[in-house]
């Protein structure tokens, strides 16, 4: 699960100041480092455009395997 910048983007750059193990490079902030990111989520959470996201087919998946467990 790691999160990445969408068409809503606006690469304010907000995303990349506030991660915690800069996995989300300055001068690109609609992508992401995938061997840094830890899965904090707070990129999306910041996100003024409501720009990053997560793939929907691994939430559906990680949503079935919580409801398994749950």
């Given at each position: 699960?790691?999160?990445e910048g969408n068409k809503n983007c606006g690469k304010?750059?907000?995303?990349a100041a506030e991660c915690p193990v800069q996995a989300i490079p300055k001068d690109?902030?609609?992508s992401?480092?995938?061997e840094k990111c830890i899965?904090?989520?707070h990129c999306i959470a910041?996100?003024?455009?409501h720009a990053r996201q997560n793939s929907k087919v691994i939430l559906?998946?990680?949503e079935q395997k919580m409801k398994?467990?749950?």
């Open positions: 699960m790691k999160p304010c750059g907000l995303c690109n902030p609609a992401v480092d995938k899965s904090c989520m910041i996100c003024p455009n559906f998946a990680a398994k467990a749950c």
